[in-house]
């Protein structure tokens, strides 16, 4: 993997993490910052012994967070607030509005967080953005929704990230017989689903990667191959579609919709993507993204490389439900070319739960390649050589409820 980037001598060394992801955390290590993390998680105890570290029960965008930024920063000393996961946004945007630090706004983030608000800013700029309702428009029944919307339609919940927050309705006996609080409706899109991904500086974009949803769910491509006629309006839409949501410096992870009217906006993140990306993007561009991201986040401006070096994937992995009773295979996929990673977190005798989110995983598959059939092609040989046997659950075993976010 690659090194990175470097901070600069007189840079800003001071770094609030809110959120826990390891990468990012190990990278502003490697930056020389001074860390201190608030999150739900603790790092491990070797991570925990150079950082100042804050638990805290629950990101609640309600908390008191100017009481918890002065006892985490009386000096005023901190260069910079990072929202690492979607629960850290709003926190992060608090907590920087307490400290008089710039970069995105409690305005800004509610709108990157709360998708109602979102598609509204969106619309009202005059961007393409599928027709929706809102769960404050009134008491909407299922026999309006399906009026307004017709069928099939997309019941999300207002916050939040991933395949829990998201419900596709095809047939009325499916819907609610109001739309719940907390939730929204989209009308259906029929088109292409991909994403950028942007590093931001001063309302330029620095870098943008378009990736490839090649299996919705299972698995990314990075860079998506977007035909040269459809490109510049891909482009234009990700550049207004977050300038009118207030972003202007740090990372956004926009998807979208490839139609034949043109791309249509989905939604945006205002932090760094899961789904493996910033892997993709290292071995892609030969630099590191947390580190990017860190340094855009105080206020430096790196010099990022725009022009990707051959393709990368990432599959992953998950059995379905059950218990673990062998694995076969895992040192032969990594042996075949072209495989970069593969990790796989199972033992015999291990419970594994129902996918039911984005960031259930067991584990993961990184190819990498100079062409896009070649890399799927890889990796579907290292996918193929991995088998693991399961004995099923009992009828009627309870799942449960966790899910990790953002791996």
């Known amino acids: 993997m690659a090194g990175g980037l470097q901070s600069t001598a007189e840079g800003p060394r001071r770094i609030l993490l809110v959120g826990y992801r390891r990468d990012a955390l190990d990278a502003a290590f490697g930056l020389g910052f001074e860390v201190s993390v608030v999150a739900e998680r603790l790092p491990s105890a070797a991570r925990r012994a150079r950082c100042r570290v804050t638990r805290t029960a629950g990101l609640d965008r309600d908390r008191d967070w100017r009481s918890l930024a002065d006892r985490l920063d009386p000096e005023r000393r901190l260069d ?56 404050d428009e009134g008491p909407l029944t299922a026999a309006e929704l399906i009026g307004k919307l017709g069928l099939p339609l997309v019941l999300k919940g207002r916050r939040g990230s991933g395949s829990r927050v998201v419900r596709i309705v095809r047939r009325r006996g499916d819907l609610p017989d109001r739309l719940p609080e907390g939730w929204m409706a989209e009308r259906w899109v029929r088109g292409v689903e991909m994403s950028l991904e942007t590093f931001w500086a001063d309302g330029e974009a620095l870098l943008v990667n378009p990736t490839e949803y090649t299996e919705p769910r299972w698995v990314n491509l990075v860079p998506a191959p977007v035909p040269a006629r459809t490109l510049g309006a891909v482009l234009e839409l990700n550049r207004a579609a977050v300038h009118a949501l207030g972003v202007g410096r740090g990372m956004t992870h926009l998807e979208l919709f490839l139609t034949d009217h043109g791309p249509v906006f989905g939604e945006v993140a205002a932090r760094p993507p899961g789904g493996h990306l910033m892997e993709l993007l ?58 970069a990673r593969a990790q796989l977190r199972l033992r015999p005798g291990q419970r594994v739960p129902e996918r039911e989110g984005l960031g259930q995983e067991v584990g993961h598959l990184t190819v990498i390649g100079t062409d896009r059939e070649l890399v799927l092609e890889r990796l579907a040989a290292a996918s193929t050589t991995i088998h693991v046997e399961l004995d099923p659950d009992p009828p009627g075993r309870a799942r449960p409820e966790t899910d990790s976010e953002d791996p």
Not at 310 to 325: C, D, E, F, M, Q
């Open 282 to 339: 290292e071995r892609v561009y030969g630099f590191d993204p947390w580190r990017a991201v860190l340094r855009l986040e105080v206020g430096q401006r790196p010099e990022l490389p725009t022009t990707p070096r051959g393709l990368a994937a990432v599959r992953v992995l998950h059995p379905g439900s059950g218990t673990v009773r062998s694995v076969r295979g895992l040192e032969a996929a990594r042996r075949l070319p072209g495989v």
């Open 80 to 135: 910079g607030v990072v929202a690492l996961t979607e629960r850290a946004v709003e926190p992060a945007a608090r907590i920087r509005q307490a400290l008089g630090l710039p970069g995105l706004s409690t305005d800004a983030a509610t709108a990157c967080t709360d998708k109602l608000v979102m598609k509204r800013r969106i619309r009202a700029a005059g961007l393409p953005c599928t027709e929706f309702l809102g769960d």
